[in-house]
């Protein structure tokens, strides 16, 4: 079996299954267009099947869809607004991808960055940010006390104050920090 991390959303099974699980709430979508600064190209990295690139694709220019599993990707285009003319689906880890797409005004990582090598995509997403632009970390599909959940607090412990500038505060809940970091 495939060790990389998020491997298992590259078997035939896990894709197959993944679109039965609950789509995001219309309010998601409305928070994400509020706080973006511009509507020219959204970037939505570890993008499984599209949830939020499919969605968001009418309210922007370009998107940049980004995942390591080319059946996720297979089956982003094939759902409905998969195939719409200004989403481009790269098959690639978030770290890695090639950004000719933008400046991105605005990152969505929805139930995805826990996969990810933080020390590696945070430089390669602000190298490639537009002026004043935002990133959210949407969670979702939450378990009761999981237990990685301490490991979750202490990477928003890291990363927001070194993103936003201000602590991180992990008992309040459907927050937006003012440099452009959203966790709900």
């Known amino acids: 079996m495939d060790q990389r ?3 298992p959303f590259s078997e035939t099974d896990v894709v197959a299954n993944y679109r039965y699980r ?22 939505d990295i570890g993008c499984g099947p599209g949830k939020i690139s499919c969605a ?11 995942d390591p599993s080319e059946h996720m990707i297979a089956l982003g285009r094939s759902l409905p607004g998969g195939n719409a003319g200004n989403i481009r689906w790269i098959e690639s880890f978030a770290e890695d991808f090639p950004a000719n797409g933008g400046p991105f005004d605005l990152t969505v990582a929805a139930a995805s960055i ?3 090598d933080h020390s590696r995509l945070f ?10 632009h935002v990133m959210a970390v949407i969670s979702g599909d939450d378990p009761f006390e999981p237990p990685w959940q301490s490991d979750w607090h202490s990477f928003l ?6 993103v936003t500038g201000q602590p991180f505060d992990h008992d309040k809940r459907d ?8 966790d709900g």
């Open 5 to 7: 991390r998020g491997s």
């Open 22 to 43: 609950p789509p995001y709430p219309a309010a998601v979508f409305r928070k994400l267009l509020a706080i973006a600064p511009r509507s020219e190209h959204l970037l």
């Open 56 to 66: 968001l694709a009418g309210a922007f220019t370009s998107v940049t869809a980004v």
């Open 114 to 116: 826990h996969w990810m």
């Open 123 to 132: 430089p390669h997403l602000l190298a490639n940010a537009a002026p004043g």
């Open 157 to 162: 412990g890291k990363w927001v104050p070194e």
């Open 175 to 182: 927050r937006v920090h003012g440099s452009g970091v959203a």
